[in-house]
């Protein structure tokens, strides 16, 4: 007599396993409950699912490099750089009209 799926009595090669994890595989609540579920544990295990959160959890990892590496520095750049023509500002404001200071269209221009 061979032991494989169609022979009826023979255990299932898993069954150790399964005891071995907590899994009483005798109890028919067991049973009904695995059986009803097991689909959809195949599919996740195989199914589209993990690929679904491999593509967005390199979706969130690229938009955050894209905040970190271009928006937030251009969005400093620009805050620094309302500070400077502010500051430039007052001291235009500042100076008298023949002053020796240098004119807001003198100054070399600045690098971006």
Do not use: C, N
């Amino acid at each position: 007599m061979t032991v494989g799926s169609g022979t009826t009595g023979a255990p299932h090669p898993f069954t150790d396993e399964a005891r071995a994890l907590g899994i009483d595989v005798d109890d028919p609540g067991v049973r009904v409950w695995m059986e009803a579920h097991l689909p959809d544990w195949r599919q996740q295990a195989s199914g589209q699912r993990p690929l679904y959160w491999i593509l967005g959890i390199g979706f969130v990892v690229g938009l955050a490099v894209v905040v970190f590496v271009q928006i937030w520095p251009e969005a400093k750049r620009r805050q620094l750089k309302r500070s400077i023509d502010a500051y430039d500002a007052a001291l235009r404001e500042r100076a008298p009209a023949g002053s020796d200071q240098m004119s807001g269209d003198d100054r070399a221009p600045t690098a971006r």
